[in-house]
């Protein structure tokens, strides 16, 4: 007999339970069991081969994705902090000096960047991680990381100016340069007189004077080769040296620059004559030797008084220049005006009158004589310079014995036996009492002066 009951299940009635099913029945429809089919065997699998590593390298890819975009934000923030405008709100000057992590560390503190390590790491993808130079640095406002980097690279330190007026000598400019702080180490014994060019020297924090000095005496070379080539071609000088010899005469005698080719002429037109220059600044350097000034009158033994510069003594120019000339009394040397003026006396106003001949010339001392008065006395008054005596210079070719032009000079000293006279660099950039360097009260500095004969 077949069992129905195993070959298909029973349907359940309408509105029984079976297996959690509710089967709705019609009323009075008879309950019919049914059964819902076993749920399927649970089957297994077996892992397949390679799994796991494939597995990893999902997970490794995915980080590096993460990664990869991590950097990418990292670079686009990072770069652009590094070209954006800095946080200073003004220019700053700070000293660097040390590794990168040092030097990013330092403008940090100064307010200079922002982010250190953006700076290292700029500096080391844009190839400048040695290229660092330490030194003093002006950074302007708002600069931005790579402004800064250039700045650094570049090594644009900042520039000082030392200023070396002209007419000085190489033992006071060496005194200047001495007594500047902003320079470092010593200078070998001073140059030769007349061997420096003055003017102004931009240079960084911590230059060393030598450095200056060497500088000054390469400019010096080519000022003087330039003025050499462009001179007059009548002009009675033999060689480049003389000409500045007469340069530094030129230099000495008047701060006024438009008359410096003037004061030229009177000096070349008594060298052609045969004439002595009698200039009072050589009178002085031959001694103090170029260590300061008088500070002081010239007496008037010292005009009698025979050294190698001289030029009251000495026929034609002194021995050697007589201070460093600048760049117009040199070319004031080598192209003189065109003037017969022989003779020049201060005019009161720091400048000079201009004279052909020695009767006109006694008139522009006369009219001095009357300023001079009207000034009254002045303790500045006659400072390296000897007085302007209607018979201190003469017409003669020959010039007249030394002890006539002293006894001619001395009818204008005083008691004291100190001659009174306009100095003529007084007020401006070129008087001595301005420039001097040295303790003039100091026989440690100047040389113990002749007594009044």
Known sequence: ?????????????????????????SPGEAIKPTFAPPPPPRVRRRPQRGGG??????????????LAVAAGSAIYFGR?????????????????????????????REGVINHPLIFVVGLHVLGANDAIKAGEYAFKAGASMKDVMDTLVAGRSVQYPVTIPEGLTSDQIVARLLANDLLAGDVKPAPVEGTLLPETYMAPRGTSRQSIIDR??????????????????????????????????????????????????????????GMKLQSDPTIVYGIVGGKGTLGRGIRKSEIAEATPYNTYVVDGLPAGPIANPGRASLMAAANPANTDDLYFVA????????????????????????????????PA????????????????????????????????AGADGIIRAFDASEGTRLDPLKNKTYDLTSPKTVPQLPAIR
Do not use: C
Not at 245 to 265: M, Y
């Open 80 to 108: 652009g902090e590094f070209y954006a405008q800095g946080p200073l709100r003004e220019t700053r000057i700070v000293t660097v000096k040390g590794g990168n992590q040092i030097v990013a560390e330092a403008l940090q």
């Open 53 to 66: 590593f494939l597995s990893a390298i999902s997970a490794f890819l995915t980080l590096v994705l993460i």
């Open 347 to 378: 005019d009161g106003t720091g400048g000079h009158v201009f004279a052909k001949t020695y009767e006109e010339h006694k008139r522009n001392v006369a009219a001095w004589r009357k300023i001079e008065a009207g000034q009254g006395a002045q």
């Open 381 to 412: 008054a006659g400072v390296d310079r000897a007085a302007p005596d209607e018979e201190e210079t003469q017409t003669s070719v020959t010039p007249p014995p030394v002890n006539e032009l002293a006894d001619a000079a001395a009818s204008g």
């Open 216 to 273: 000054m005496v390469v400019d010096h070379r080519k000022a003087v080769a330039l003025a050499w080539e462009s001179r007059a071609s009548d002009l009675p000088l033999k060689s480049p040296d003389e000409l500045v010899i007469l340069a530094s005469i030129i230099e000495k005698e008047t701060a006024v620059e438009a008359e410096r080719a003037r004061v030229a002429a009177v000096f070349v037109n008594r060298l052609r004559k």
């Open 1 to 25: 007999m077949v069992d129905d009951w195993h070959q298909k299940p029973p349907q359940a009635a309408r509105g029984d339970v079976h297996y959690g099913r509710v089967t709705p029945r």
